[in-house]
Protein backbone atom coordinates (compact mmCIF):
# COMPACT_ATOMS: atom_id res chain seq x y z
CA UNK A 1 0.00 0.00 0.00
CA UNK A 2 1.28 3.59 -0.68
CA UNK A 3 0.30 6.66 1.15
CA UNK A 4 1.79 10.30 1.40
CA UNK A 5 1.83 12.75 4.08
CA UNK A 6 2.30 16.68 3.57
CA UNK A 7 4.22 17.79 6.91
CA UNK A 8 2.69 21.38 6.86
CA UNK A 9 -1.22 22.14 6.24
CA UNK A 10 0.16 25.96 5.98
CA UNK A 11 3.20 27.46 5.49
CA UNK A 12 4.19 31.17 5.16
CA UNK A 13 7.61 32.83 4.15
CA UNK A 14 8.32 36.53 2.75
CA UNK A 15 8.75 37.32 -0.67
CA UNK A 16 12.36 36.16 -1.43
CA UNK A 17 13.18 34.14 1.17
CA UNK A 18 13.63 30.09 0.52
CA UNK A 19 10.52 28.12 0.37
CA UNK A 20 10.77 24.45 1.97
CA UNK A 21 7.21 22.03 1.77
CA UNK A 22 7.77 18.57 2.91
CA UNK A 23 6.77 15.65 1.83
CA UNK A 24 7.18 11.89 2.89
CA UNK A 25 5.58 8.74 1.19
CA UNK A 26 5.60 5.17 1.99
CA UNK A 27 5.66 2.70 -1.14
CA UNK A 28 5.91 -0.77 -1.63
CA UNK A 29 7.86 -0.56 -4.75
CA UNK A 30 9.91 2.22 -6.47
CA UNK A 31 7.68 4.97 -6.64
CA UNK A 32 7.16 7.46 -8.74
CA UNK A 33 6.66 11.21 -7.01
CA UNK A 34 5.44 14.46 -8.14
CA UNK A 35 4.03 17.74 -7.11
CA UNK A 36 1.14 19.46 -8.37
CA UNK A 37 -0.27 23.43 -7.50
CA UNK A 38 -3.33 25.00 -7.62
CA UNK A 39 -3.92 28.17 -8.03
CA UNK A 40 -6.56 29.73 -6.31
CA UNK A 41 -10.21 28.44 -8.77
CA UNK A 42 -7.94 26.65 -10.70
CA UNK A 43 -7.17 23.08 -11.72
CA UNK A 44 -3.85 21.06 -10.72
CA UNK A 45 -0.81 21.61 -12.70
CA UNK A 46 2.03 19.47 -12.69
CA UNK A 47 4.73 21.43 -11.07
CA UNK A 48 7.85 18.42 -11.49
CA UNK A 49 8.04 14.43 -11.63
CA UNK A 50 10.73 11.78 -10.22
CA UNK A 51 10.49 8.50 -11.93
CA UNK A 52 14.11 6.86 -10.87
CA UNK A 53 15.99 9.03 -12.95
CA UNK A 54 18.10 11.69 -11.13
CA UNK A 55 17.39 11.97 -7.37
CA UNK A 56 17.08 15.84 -7.95
CA UNK A 57 14.32 17.02 -10.18
CA UNK A 58 14.09 20.42 -11.36
CA UNK A 59 10.40 21.89 -12.42
CA UNK A 60 9.01 24.87 -13.37
CA UNK A 61 8.93 28.25 -12.17
CA UNK A 62 12.44 27.31 -10.16
CA UNK A 63 10.92 24.76 -8.33
CA UNK A 64 12.94 21.60 -7.60
CA UNK A 65 12.62 18.67 -5.33
CA UNK A 66 15.07 15.70 -4.25
CA UNK A 67 14.40 12.16 -3.67
CA UNK A 68 15.83 10.87 -0.63
CA UNK A 69 15.27 6.67 -0.95
CA UNK A 70 16.54 6.38 2.96
CA UNK A 71 14.26 9.50 4.24
CA UNK A 72 10.96 8.21 2.29
CA UNK A 73 11.07 12.11 1.36
CA UNK A 74 10.19 14.02 -1.65
CA UNK A 75 10.52 17.59 -0.30
CA UNK A 76 9.85 20.43 -2.36
CA UNK A 77 11.91 24.03 -2.52
CA UNK A 78 12.74 27.10 -4.13
CA UNK A 79 15.23 29.38 -3.47
CA UNK A 80 13.45 32.76 -3.69
CA UNK A 81 9.73 32.92 -3.23
CA UNK A 82 7.57 34.97 -5.06
CA UNK A 83 4.07 36.46 -4.74
CA UNK A 84 2.91 34.27 -7.35
CA UNK A 85 3.93 30.98 -5.95
CA UNK A 86 1.10 31.61 -3.21
CA UNK A 87 -1.23 28.87 -3.84
CA UNK A 88 -1.62 25.17 -2.81
CA UNK A 89 0.41 22.34 -3.37
CA UNK A 90 0.73 18.77 -3.78
CA UNK A 91 2.84 15.75 -3.24
CA UNK A 92 1.30 12.31 -5.10
CA UNK A 93 2.53 9.14 -5.16
CA UNK A 94 2.48 5.95 -7.73
CA UNK A 95 4.43 3.23 -6.84
CA UNK A 96 2.72 0.90 -9.70
CA UNK A 97 3.58 1.72 -13.82
CA UNK A 98 -0.02 1.92 -14.20
CA UNK A 99 -2.41 4.99 -15.32
CA UNK A 100 -3.43 7.53 -13.01
CA UNK A 101 -5.90 5.25 -10.70
CA UNK A 102 -3.11 4.60 -8.86
CA UNK A 103 -2.07 8.17 -7.49
CA UNK A 104 -2.25 8.54 -4.15
CA UNK A 105 -2.47 12.65 -2.85
CA UNK A 106 -1.55 13.86 -0.31
CA UNK A 107 -3.69 16.69 1.61
CA UNK A 108 -1.61 19.71 0.53
CA UNK A 109 -0.12 22.48 1.51
CA UNK A 110 -1.43 25.89 1.56
CA UNK A 111 1.62 28.20 0.76
CA UNK A 112 1.18 31.94 1.51
CA UNK A 113 3.85 34.54 0.26
CA UNK A 114 3.81 37.89 2.35
CA UNK A 115 5.70 41.18 1.10
CA UNK B 1 -5.73 24.88 -26.84
CA UNK B 2 -8.76 24.32 -24.52
CA UNK B 3 -7.11 21.13 -22.75
CA UNK B 4 -9.88 19.62 -20.41
CA UNK B 5 -13.22 21.85 -20.16
CA UNK B 6 -15.31 20.88 -17.09
CA UNK B 7 -19.03 22.34 -17.21
CA UNK B 8 -21.19 23.66 -15.55
CA UNK B 9 -18.66 25.13 -13.30
CA UNK B 10 -21.05 25.75 -10.79
CA UNK B 11 -24.43 24.17 -9.21
CA UNK B 12 -26.57 24.08 -6.47
CA UNK B 13 -28.82 21.45 -6.09
CA UNK B 14 -31.45 20.26 -3.44
CA UNK B 15 -31.46 16.81 -1.63
CA UNK B 16 -32.81 13.93 -4.19
CA UNK B 17 -32.12 16.08 -7.38
CA UNK B 18 -29.93 14.45 -10.09
CA UNK B 19 -27.56 16.02 -12.69
CA UNK B 20 -24.34 15.44 -14.49
CA UNK B 21 -21.36 17.11 -15.07
CA UNK B 22 -19.45 17.20 -18.52
CA UNK B 23 -15.81 16.62 -19.15
CA UNK B 24 -14.49 17.41 -22.49
CA UNK B 25 -10.97 16.83 -23.72
CA UNK B 26 -9.35 17.73 -27.29
CA UNK B 27 -5.30 16.23 -26.38
CA UNK B 28 -6.52 12.78 -27.94
CA UNK B 29 -6.00 10.96 -24.67
CA UNK B 30 -7.29 7.50 -23.73
CA UNK B 31 -7.53 7.75 -19.65
CA UNK B 32 -10.01 9.97 -18.11
CA UNK B 33 -10.59 10.63 -14.44
CA UNK B 34 -13.19 12.38 -11.69
CA UNK B 35 -11.90 13.43 -8.53
CA UNK B 36 -13.39 15.04 -5.55
CA UNK B 37 -12.05 17.65 -3.82
CA UNK B 38 -12.64 18.28 0.15
CA UNK B 39 -11.12 20.43 2.49
CA UNK B 40 -7.90 18.57 4.57
CA UNK B 41 -8.79 15.29 2.56
CA UNK B 42 -6.69 15.77 -0.84
CA UNK B 43 -8.32 14.81 -4.10
CA UNK B 44 -10.11 11.12 -4.36
CA UNK B 45 -10.73 8.79 -7.38
CA UNK B 46 -14.25 8.51 -7.85
CA UNK B 47 -14.56 6.48 -11.48
CA UNK B 48 -12.10 6.23 -14.03
CA UNK B 49 -11.89 5.14 -17.58
CA UNK B 50 -8.97 3.58 -19.70
CA UNK B 51 -10.58 4.04 -22.99
CA UNK B 52 -14.09 4.54 -25.16
CA UNK B 53 -16.39 2.31 -23.74
CA UNK B 54 -14.79 1.48 -20.44
CA UNK B 55 -15.34 2.53 -17.10
CA UNK B 56 -14.12 1.85 -13.30
CA UNK B 57 -14.75 2.29 -9.79
CA UNK B 58 -12.19 4.32 -7.80
CA UNK B 59 -11.69 4.94 -4.25
CA UNK B 60 -14.89 6.28 -3.60
CA UNK B 61 -17.61 5.70 -6.33
CA UNK B 62 -20.64 5.01 -4.36
CA UNK B 63 -23.47 7.79 -5.19
CA UNK B 64 -22.10 8.24 -8.70
CA UNK B 65 -22.37 7.01 -12.65
CA UNK B 66 -20.09 7.30 -15.66
CA UNK B 67 -20.25 7.18 -19.08
CA UNK B 68 -17.84 7.50 -21.41
CA UNK B 69 -19.65 6.82 -24.65
CA UNK B 70 -16.80 9.00 -26.91
CA UNK B 71 -13.00 8.93 -26.59
CA UNK B 72 -13.24 13.02 -25.67
CA UNK B 73 -16.05 13.03 -23.45
CA UNK B 74 -16.41 11.50 -19.94
CA UNK B 75 -19.82 11.95 -17.91
CA UNK B 76 -20.36 12.20 -14.03
CA UNK B 77 -23.62 11.92 -12.88
CA UNK B 78 -25.03 11.88 -9.44
CA UNK B 79 -28.58 10.07 -9.73
CA UNK B 80 -29.96 11.43 -5.84
CA UNK B 81 -27.91 14.13 -5.02
CA UNK B 82 -27.17 14.09 -0.68
CA UNK B 83 -25.69 16.66 0.94
CA UNK B 84 -22.27 14.79 1.46
CA UNK B 85 -21.61 14.93 -2.43
CA UNK B 86 -20.91 18.68 -1.39
CA UNK B 87 -17.47 19.22 -2.96
CA UNK B 88 -15.44 20.63 -5.97
CA UNK B 89 -14.86 17.60 -8.85
CA UNK B 90 -12.36 17.71 -10.76
CA UNK B 91 -12.21 16.09 -14.49
CA UNK B 92 -8.48 14.49 -15.42
CA UNK B 93 -6.99 12.98 -18.52
CA UNK B 94 -3.74 11.54 -19.46
CA UNK B 95 -2.36 10.10 -22.61
CA UNK B 96 -0.26 6.85 -21.35
CA UNK B 97 0.32 4.79 -18.11
CA UNK B 98 3.18 4.76 -17.24
CA UNK B 99 4.13 8.48 -16.47
CA UNK B 100 0.92 9.30 -14.70
CA UNK B 101 1.00 13.12 -15.56
CA UNK B 102 -2.56 14.16 -14.99
CA UNK B 103 -3.79 17.04 -17.16
CA UNK B 104 -6.88 18.91 -14.86
CA UNK B 105 -9.74 20.47 -15.67
CA UNK B 106 -10.62 24.15 -13.64
CA UNK B 107 -13.12 22.17 -11.67
CA UNK B 108 -16.83 22.17 -10.64
CA UNK B 109 -18.14 23.03 -7.63
CA UNK B 110 -21.17 21.94 -7.09
CA UNK B 111 -23.44 22.56 -3.74
CA UNK B 112 -26.28 20.18 -2.18
CA UNK B 113 -28.63 21.61 0.02
Known amino acids: AQSVTQLDSHVSVSEGTPVLLRCNYSSSYSPSLFWYVQHPNKGLQLLLKYTSAATLVKGINGFEAEFKKSETSFHLTKPSAHMSDAAEYFCVVSDHAGGGNKLTFGTGTQLKVEL | NAGVTQTPKFRVLKTGQSMTLLCAQDMNHEYMYWYRQDPGMGLRLIHY???????AKGEVPDGYNVSRLKKQNFLLGLESAAPSQTSVYFC????????????FGAGSRLTVL
Open chain 2, 92 to 103: ASSFETGANVLT
Open chain 2, 49 to 55: SVGEGTT
